[in-house]
């Protein structure tokens, strides 16, 4: 009950503080006495802090006021995506203090050593953290590929070229999990777009990640692995497909797919452990020149993400579909085709063309969604960190 | 708290009984005398019974044995498919006490006239239910459409021919409700099936319909319309469908696509009102007749669906897929060109040939399933009808 209690607390003042004691008490309906002992709690597990008396000298309000802690408990976010490893450390109120990303080719390199240089990129961000005071009390690793997250076990990550790489339990002390990266993009949105809480979440790196987000919470499926847009038949007897199919939406708005009808240089001749060019920015600067294959190659990519879509939207029934990651950098060029199909198969009950949104995160959701799910937890259960501090 | 316990016994009796008073108590932590007080409750209510003595005279086990009265409140099921009427009355066991069903044309026929039929139709199940004593408390009709559940309102029945009919609000004296067919066959095969919790279940009557059953519950969508298999794009520049779109699976799968591809007369020439043939049966004699025609537009159907089934596993990841409805009776025909597709298309993570499984109901399940809610829902709450008997 005083657990359940110190969240109520601590959930008031994050999403309507600064608040007095006396505030929060008449939010949850628990006396000042009672919000007053859970709160020296809260303060001394780091997690609200007082502001000082209100330097305008307004009446009414005593300066004691409660706000989130801008330093201690925090969470760590770690990437490691095809073509670049980041890290990002959070604040409870959510914003980014501390970051670093790094443009290298992952494919088909040794799990050791992309983890070890991920290892080595976390140290500074950590460190940076630590300077202005951030203490991260839980990671989490964000992996394209399907995820074991109770086991900590990445089964298949294919653009990578892993498969079943058992994670280590910690990362310079910090408790380390893990989780699809498409999965933790649609969080970032959930929790920081403005959309609603029941959508299909599409984004792109080297393969294609979606998402489901149901009432507000990831829908998981059966086994943990709902999700698979990236082979969802787009033409059945169509293009040959890296999984051993034929026409698997992959083939026609995946990276490689646009890259070579566009008639750009393709990924994968860049060598493990490189720095490869930024595809999409490349993509993005051309088509804003208005190169006519670069164009073509979009519009084709719009079309087939949207044939996906629109079935996608048959089955699911979200409220909307939004485009994040490498996609929502593209949307300008992109979006046109998918609106046009889905208005021309989704026809046999409503669909607003609003209802097809573009991520104001796009690439930074995956790593922002990573280090939220730690400041997540603590705010749901403040109760746990409390009993670790005290 | 007390109807809470009204529905533990039930519940307990029905799941397990007979059951002496003894053994209900036992099982969900209640005093003998409590459970005793319930039971004149429910007894009174006409939802269970008392055993007389064990014939056998067995010792061990008293006679006042207890068990779900196979009379008294029951529910009514009623259908309007595109080709057929039906009613049906279960018992609280949720066995099917009374039914008829007529082969009628509804296609382009008056609401309200194919309506008078079903109520005709359901007039007679009624009194034979009730010459056996059974008093159904509610209906529910299977609609093939979109049905607005909480307002009783067909919002759009392709099928049919309905846009936006308003249902009446009880039917013989009987209160109404309407939903979706396909919703009503997996919540059918859910409740009486054997299969696991997290399914995608498929059937086709005129057109292709499909639900989500996810942790043991529908999963509606965000405006109640997930499901829509049968709009899915499985050849995204393939055959106009009359929803607007192209290369729907529809187009490919459904019956008139079935009946064309195999050479047969299409279904719609039938006036309305009038009888048509049973098209299931037709081409499952000609199937096992070997006819070459028939096979083929068959194992094209399957294809098509195996298709989009795989599309549906990728994205939604279900335990299993169930093909239901007219599907299920041609079950033997599509079978291996799903199972062909769906192993060639769901390879990035697990899929077991074993999933993909056939519904023991059959055309059954959609007027079942409609029927059971109503029994389910005397289960979930008898304290609802026990205060009203009172």
């Not at 500074?124 to 399907?146: H, K, N």
Request: net charge negative; aromatic share 2%; with cysteine.
């Amino acid at each position: 009950m005083r657990r359940q209690n110190l969240a109520l607390v601590l959930g008031s003042v994050a999403e309507h503080g600064p608040l007095s004691r006396a505030d929060v008490a008449a939010r949850i309906g628990l006396t000042r006495a009672a919000v007053s002992s859970l709160v020296v709690e809260l303060a001394a597990a780091g997690l609200v802090v007082e502001l000082g008396p209100a330097p305008n000298g307004r009446v009414g309000r005593p300066g004691n006021a409660l706000v989130l802690s801008s330093q201690g408990p925090a969470g760590l976010g770690l990437e490691i995506g095809v073509e670049h490893l980041a890290a990002c450390v959070v604040d409870l109120g959510g914003a980014v203090r501390a970051q670093a990303r790094v443009a290298v080719v992952n494919r088909g390199r040794p799990a050791a050593e992309a983890l070890a240089e991920l290892t080595a990129l976390a140290k500074g961000v950590l460190a940076e953290a630590g300077a202005a005071g951030l203490r991260p009390v839980g990671a989490v690793l964000a992996v394209p590929g399907l995820v074991d997250a109770a086991s900590g076990r990445v089964v298949h990550a294919a653009n990578l070229g892993w498969r079943d790489v058992a994670l280590p339990r910690d990362l310079l002390g910090v408790p380390l999990g893990a989780e699809n990266e498409a999965n933790l993009g649609a969080l970032a949105e959930l929790w920081q777009g403005a959309g609603p809480a029941d959508f299909v979440h599409v984004s792109a790196e080297a393969g294609i990640g979606a998402a489901l987000v149901v009432d507000g919470g990831l829908f998981r499926g059966a086994r943990g692995f709902a999700g698979e847009l990236g082979h969802v038949p787009v033409h059945p007897d169509g293009k040959a497909c890296a999984c051993g199919a034929r026409g698997c939406l992959e083939q026609y708005a995946g990276e490689q797919a646009v890259l070579a009808a566009a008639g750009m240089p393709v990924g994968p001749s860049d060598a493990p452990g490189a720095g490869p060019g930024d595809w999409v920015a490349l993509l993005a600067d051309r088509a804003s020149g208005g190169a006519e294959p670069v164009l073509a190659a979009l519009e084709q990519a719009g079309g087939a993400l949207g044939t996906a879509l629109a079935g996608a939207v048959n089955l699911v029934d979200p409220e909307s579909v939004v485009l994040g990651g490498a996609y929502a950098e593209l949307g300008e060029w992109l979006l046109p085709a998918i609106r046009r199909e889905l208005a021309a198969r989704v026809t046999v009950r409503p669909w607003e063309p609003e209802g097809l949104v573009v991520s104001a995160l796009g690439r930074r959701g995956p790593l922002l969604g990573a280090a939220l799910v730690t400041v997540r937890r603590i705010l749901a259960d403040p109760g746990r960190l409390a009993a670790q501090s005290a």
